[in-house]
């Protein structure tokens, strides 16, 4: 088709698509993401601080590395401590229908593989954010390594809770049997 005049190459749709990069794609995003409280935040999930938007870190820059960098290899963890459900977590699982909650907390792992600066990148409510980050400070890793060296880096954490007592389906949230 090259060189001939009045003809249009037609390219399948799927091609074009897969060919052009997704909107989201990190040169095209200028959205910052921010964490946002829950509504049912509970005065002990409030002291947990919020992180910070957006994380720009960078091992020549700040001493922060990532796991993008070559010859990082990620932190991981090595051992963990149960996140406790709270009584206001429960209680509202049964009346909300809804008997799962997650929480993702960020720590700063440093070379020693301790979790530091603990903050809140997505909140539960309900007293589970605090619940999660007490839970990530008692956390142990494998500190990142930079070419076999430690070195600091920052993970997400992401706490589940499951209500020991879920909601029945089809219950109405005033606890009434269905009709």
């Not at 399948?12 to 990069?21: E, Q």
């Not at 796991?67 to 051992?79: D, L, N, W, Y």
């Not at 839970?135 to 390594?145: I, M, T």
């Amino acid at each position: 088709m090259r060189g001939m005049p009045g003809m249009i190459a037609l390219v399948p749709l799927a091609a074009a698509i897969a060919a052009r990069p997704p909107a989201t794609w990190p040169a095209n995003e200028t959205r910052t993401p921010v964490t946002v409280r829950s509504v049912n935040s509970t005065g002990s999930d409030l002291k947990v601080p919020l992180c910070p938007a957006p994380l720009r870190d960078s091992l020549a820059r700040d001493g922060i590395a990532t796991e993008h960098e070559k010859g990082v290899t990620p932190a991981s963890i090595q051992s963990t401590v149960p996140a406790l459900m709270t009584e206001r977590a429960i209680q509202a699982a049964g009346v909300t229908h809804i008997g799962n909650f997650n929480v993702i907390v960020m720590a700063m792992v440093n070379r020693k593989g301790l979790p530091q600066n603990v903050c809140l990148r997505k909140s539960s409510g309900y007293g589970l954010d605090a619940s999660a980050a007490k839970a990530v400070e008692q956390y142990r890793f494998d500190a990142a390594k930079k070419d076999g060296k430690p070195v600091r880096m920052r993970v997400a954490v992401d706490v589940r809770f499951v209500s020991p007592k879920p909601p029945p389906i089809g219950m109405p949230a005033t606890g009434e049997p269905p009709r």
